[in-house]
């Protein structure tokens, strides 16, 4: 059978002159992601791309499922092209639909024709391949109200389509269309789902790791590379940074009041992340903070935290309860990697009664003791890049 990929474009259908750009991104993700499993036909029109496979090594499934983490697209359908006249279109219905025609007690045909040059219409097409259908499977009843299998027959230039039922697409913006930004990446249950949700506007990432060996462990390391090849589907290819955290969590512990240990630290991390984001082109830091959460994380803490850094610091989860992150975490697939049990490194030095409202002038003044400049630019210097690729 002639199965085909039919993906259909989110909210870029609604851009205006610049949705060519946009639609040219997303048919590049498309084809980089595709190149994985097989050889195909991809291209852009009538607001869907069309993933037509070239061979029979082409792996149809894998498509599907990659598709399915594609962002830009609203729905995900697999659909059988075959000839434009009705018997032909019944023909590959009764096949393609054989197993929803086993379980459906009701049924409709709905067409749609987008080649308007075509001699019947779509109520025509509708009744002429609904009789024949009605004919093949007399136990299964036609109901145009609230039948339980939709046959949708799509009449477009070239062929026609008959479709399975759609899946649901990603949503969201084609990754690399609206700029590109630096993630803080811990290996916690947070950061890869503000990640997610950042890559899913369509902005390309640099996930960034601040790493304190050896008081967090190769595998602590290890865990944050995992969650970034789970979020690589996703996210497309990432350049992951891993900042040694070490010297700097060092001289925090030595010169600085302990109840500005962590307030100091993210302070660091947020200079280290805008150093990365400038010489990469971004135009934003996203972390994983949402409000309340910890001691760090109230709004006095995250003004101190953003103060040294010009760039926006993005939160996507600013709002949302842990029982919401984690439901999207489970659904992205990064949840079960995340709790496994490596410890971060704002655990290491932790103070035990942080200030959850720190005042600026007083962090400024603990920080005096530091060589702050000195001390980023160690870090930069020393980070290490691991190439995350689907
Ligand atoms: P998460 O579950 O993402 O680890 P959290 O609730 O544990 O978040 P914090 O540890 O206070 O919160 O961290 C807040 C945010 O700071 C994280 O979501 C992440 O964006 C960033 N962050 C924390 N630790 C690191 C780290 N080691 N490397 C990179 N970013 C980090
Ligand atoms: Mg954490």
Request: charged residues 25%.
């Amino acid at each position: 059978m002639n199965d085909i990929l039919l993906l259909k474009q989110g909210e870029i259908v609604l851009k205006g002159l610049n949705r060519r750009i946009f639609e040219d991104k997303l048919v590049a993700n498309v084809r980089r992601r595709m190149a994985h499993v097989g050889n195909f036909r991809i291209y852009a029109a009538q607001s869907t791309v069309y993933v037509e496979p070239l061979d029979d090594g082409a792996d149809m499934e894998a498509a599907f499922e990659a598709a399915r983490q594609i962002f830009g697209f609203v729905a995900v359908v697999r659909a059988a092209a075959c000839p434009k006249d009705p018997q032909a279109i019944f023909e590959t219905a009764r096949e393609y639909l054989r197993d929803g025609f086993a379980n459906a007690r009701s049924f409709k045909v709905e067409t749609k024709r987008s080649d308007k040059s075509y001699p019947l219409t779509s109520i025509q097409v509708s009744q002429e391949v609904g009789g024949l259908l009605s004919d093949a499977f007399p136990q299964v009843a036609v109901d145009v109200h609230d039948p339980d299998l939709v046959v949708n027959v799509e009449i477009r230039e070239t062929a026609a389509y008959v479709h399975s039922v759609p899946a649901l697409g990603a949503g969201g913006m084609p990754v690399g269309s609206c700029g590109s930004a630096v993630s803080m990446l811990s290996g916690g249950i947070d950061s890869p789902v503000s990640t997610w949700m950042t890559a899913k506007r369509g902005v390309h990432i640099i996930p960034v790791h601040f790493y304190s060996f050896p008081y967090t462990s190769e595998l602590a390391k290890q865990k944050v590379i995992d969650l970034a090849k789970l979020l690589s589907p996703w996210c497309g290819r990432m350049t992951l940074e891993i900042v040694p955290f070490t010297h700097i969590q060092e001289e925090i512990r030595d010169h600085c009041p302990e109840e500005y240990f962590t307030v100091i630290m993210r302070r660091f991390m947020t200079r280290i992340a805008e150093r990365i984001a400038l010489e990469n082109g971004c135009g934003a830091i996203v972390t994983g903070e949402s409000l309340g959460q910890v001691a760090s994380q109230t709004m006095q803490a995250m003004a101190v935290t953003q103060e040294p850094v010009r760039l926006p610091v993005l939160r996507p989860l600013v709002c949302m309860d842990k029982r919401e992150i984690i439901e999207i975490a489970r659904k992205i697939g990064t949840f079960e990697t995340s709790i496994l049990p490596y410890e971060d490194c704002c655990t290491v030095f932790t103070p035990r009664h942080p200030r959850t409202k720190p005042r600026l002038d007083e962090v400024i003044e603990a920080e005096q003791p530091l060589d702050i400049e000195g001390l980023v630019a160690e870090a930069v210097q020393n980070m290490e890049k691991v190439v995350i690729s689907k």
